[in-house]
């Protein structure tokens, strides 16, 4: 199955990437952004074929390896 | 919410002192009240179990400026100019986060720098980690090296030294000690202390958010199972506004609108603006609803006591609000008037005009608690016979391949290369010597710099590590051609509140005291950290030691790699054959008990000063001081950089070749010279009355011990460049 | 001879460059991102560092910044522009040189002394340099140079590399290659070859106390043949 997970950072975690690129597009005319926070998207193909199992298996993942939970949140959004 | 001793202990006070706390305000505190109190006194802000042997140590002298009680130390370096430099610790936060907890420990020793008016030259680190075997060890070291390149590279300023160690007892308590040095002007130093009333007080940087909320009060509690529960506070690190702050904050400085400033650290906004009002003998008055926040609805607690970073305070000149404003809009950084200088004495805080604190601010600085802590003082041990037969079964060369791949001793280029040593184009000695130098931009001085650490022998005799600590400093200074002028001290250590771990702390700090008051090598700034153990178990005691010196010629300065086929190598200072706690006894012996190598600072200061003589006469090509290891390590050392091979002399000494050549006798240098300058060599070190030994001569290629010991130059480099990039890769 | 160099917020080596061109006889000027016109200028610098932290892609958000227009419009017209290190990512992100910089290949920053070839000679930038291999200074985290195979063909066919990595006899082969760069290509032209990007900063090595003094034959070289 096909797992995809997005990271993205805690939510009052300081996000330097997104408070730049905010001002630069601030800079070139895009005038009605709010904010912007930076993450991570992830695919990740298991031979898992139960999507719960599946899910399982990348949420493992994502506390183990992929995700930094002292500062970052993981979602899983697709399972196919 | 009603304020009880349960919460004061969840706040890490101890019962007394929320008595303390309530006797003197005649009240009960408030959350905020409560919170502020708790970041001020406790350790790491308020220095309770060290104050009362930190005043002990000697911090002036001719060319100190400023010695420690400012965000950093100055020291005179001529012509008007001035170097401001300091190491600070940040071991719990890169224990929980090795990345960002080195990252913002970089970036926090930097803004200590420039908050005196001084552009960053060089960044150094001591860094320190369990055993390689640990299975912690090579993330932990990963993340923190990552993190320290992270964020100095982004900055522009070079990391020139540093130091890495390697010892179980860091196996849940990592060490990282960061160190910045800046360049000023004599004339245009800020300080602290704020003056006059209803001054502008203005808010720079950064916004504030949730980060690090209660970290001071991490620093000073140790490690334990709930570790996890800590995560939350842990920063990140933003360095390229802190780029953008600095450069701010030097040009606002080049003009005369700042009366005092100081950088949000520990404890942000509460012990910046404290500190402030406290030097100035004045109080403060700030209005928290002008504070940027990133995240909506903070309350008072939280802007109080957040460590968001890249932030600065500053006390303004009336009328200069505008001009300030504009250059940090140029930079586009937060800027905002946050509230006045008062003549209350009082730090009162107010949001949604309503008064929401208002405590004495002497209640907090002056009366903060201090404590005379039992200690326990650690005996001599006594020294271990070995027997001349055991050293039979040694082959030197299976020992020096041994000793030189140690992970405290192989070659660090796998951590240095990640960081960037030659931005700002004054580097000219870069890291793997025995200090970092740099160029004071545009003249002919130079800056050395090293930081050294020997948690070893302090472990077994504290008293003497702490002067063997200053004196290994002393002698990287000295082996570069520098005059030693001050240091400044990190003093990493267990929990203050077990008598052994206060004992190593009080003697260690006696032992850097004798040291630094007998070679004039005053402390000028520092920081302690205390509480590094898990569970119960504290590290090895690990004062790390930040030395600098002046070089009026940068072109006198001295390498450490060999230069010249047929020039002779000597041996400065006298070798006794000292075994106990040596790399040899430690690791191939595993002796691990004895005393360790004793100092003897008459010695070390005349031959040190010696060596200084002998460099202003241009009379050594090469140096390089003797430290762990011994004299073939050094040797060793000099052979590989210099891609030079040596042959020894016979022996002339009455000791066993092994303790001879791997021995840890203090206050030596292993030197080259020209064989022609031999005699003007010899006669300023009789004239000085010191001892030498002709240890051999340069030649090509190979390392020839004995008639049956021979190594090559290429056996030596894999012995000692392979072992660290293996163990990462 | 004028130069100019451009500070972004971020840029680090703009005082470096400064002091290297200065040295070699340039009249430099600094000039902010936020300008719209560039003084008069016979050579436009980007310098090393991390405009805008980095983030994003390196080079990305300079690339957008005001003064990047006079720059492009420069170089359209036949000015010299060089981009040196963050310089070269944001050449690369205008659009003014091809391809792209992507994370070093073991995924950490290098700073070293490394062997360069320089056999390219056919430009204003290397004209009458009498060597062929340089010793220069790398501090980067994102070096590594690629692009696509019909970019590639093209670059080649229009002799637009102008810098390769190599050892100290000139070889450029893979073990020579610090940072996993497509053909160890540690430097490019654009088409015309006015606009030179490289990851090397010479601007490091102009004095022998300093890591080599490689530097100094490139900018003296290059301020006579701009002369």
Known sequence: MKVSAIITLKKDVLDPQGKVIHKTLDGMGFKDVNEVRQGKYFEIDVKENDPKKAQKIVEDMCNKLLANLVIENYKIIEIQ | MKINEQIAIDHGLKKEEYKKICDLLKRVPNLTELGIFSAMWNEHCSYKSSRLHL???????????????ENAGVIDIEDGDAIVFKIESHNHPSFIEPYQGAATGVGGIMRDVFTMGARPIANLNSIHFGSSQNKKTKNLLRGVVHGIGGYGNCMGVPTIAGQTSFDSSYNGNILVNAMTLGLVKKNKIFYSKAAGLNKPVIYVGSKTGRDGIHGASMASASFDEKIEEKKPTVQVGDPFTEKLLLEACLELMAGDSIIAIQDMGAAGLTSSSIEMASKGNLGIELNLNKVPCRESKMTPYEIMLSESQ????????????????????????????????????????YYDERQVATIPINTLVENSPMYDRKWKKTKLPKKNLIKKEEFKKFKIKEVLGKILSNPNVCSKEWIWQQYDHTVMGDTIQKPGGDSGVVRVHGTDKAIAATVDSSAIYCWAHPLTGGKQVVCESW????????????????????????????????????????????????????NVSFYNQTKEIGIKPTPSIGGVGLMKNYKQMITMDFKEINNLVLVIGKTEGHL???????????????????????????????ILQLIKNNLIKTAHDVSIGGIITAVSKMCIKGNKGIEFNKPKYFMNEIEYLFCEDQGRYVIEIDPKDLKKVISILDKNSVHFDELGKIIDKNMIINQKTKVTIDELKSYNTNWLKEYMN | MKSAVITFPGSNCDRDMHVALNKFGFKNQMVWHNDNELPKSDLVVLPGGFSYGDYLRCGSMASKSKIMQSVINFAKSGGLVMGICNGFQILVESGLVPGVLLRNRYLEFICKNVFVKIDNKDNPYFKNLNKEVFEFHIAHNEGNYFCTNDQLKEIEDNNQVAIYYCNNNGKTEEKFNPNGSLKNIAGIFNKEKNVLGMMPHPERMIDKSLSGEDGSFFFKNLINNIR
Do not use: H
């Open chain 2, 55 to 69: 005043k002990k140590l000697p911090t002036s002298g001719e060319k100190v400026i400023q010695g420690p009680g």
């Open chain 2, 580 to 610: 106990d706690q040596s790399l040899f006894a430690r690791n191939i012996l595993n002796e691990k008990n004895g005393p360790p190598p004793e100092i003897n600072l008459f010695n070390e200061k005349n031959n040190g000063e010696s």
């Open chain 2, 310 to 349: 890249e932030r600065m305070l500053i006390v303004l000149e009336n009328g200069k609000e505008d001009l300030a404003k504009k250059i940090f809009d140029k930079w586009d950084l937060d800027f905002a008037i946050i509230g006045k200088t008062t003549n209350t004495k009082n730090i009162e805080l």
């Open chain 2, 475 to 526: 002698r990287n200074l000295i082996s570069v051609g520098a005059t030693p002028i001050a240091i400044t001290n990190c003093l990493n250590f267990g929990s203050p509140e077990k008598e052994e771990n206060m004992g190593e702390f009080v003697e260690c700090v006696q032992g850097i005291g004798e040291a630094c008051e007998y070679l004039k090598f005053p402390v000028v700034s520092g």
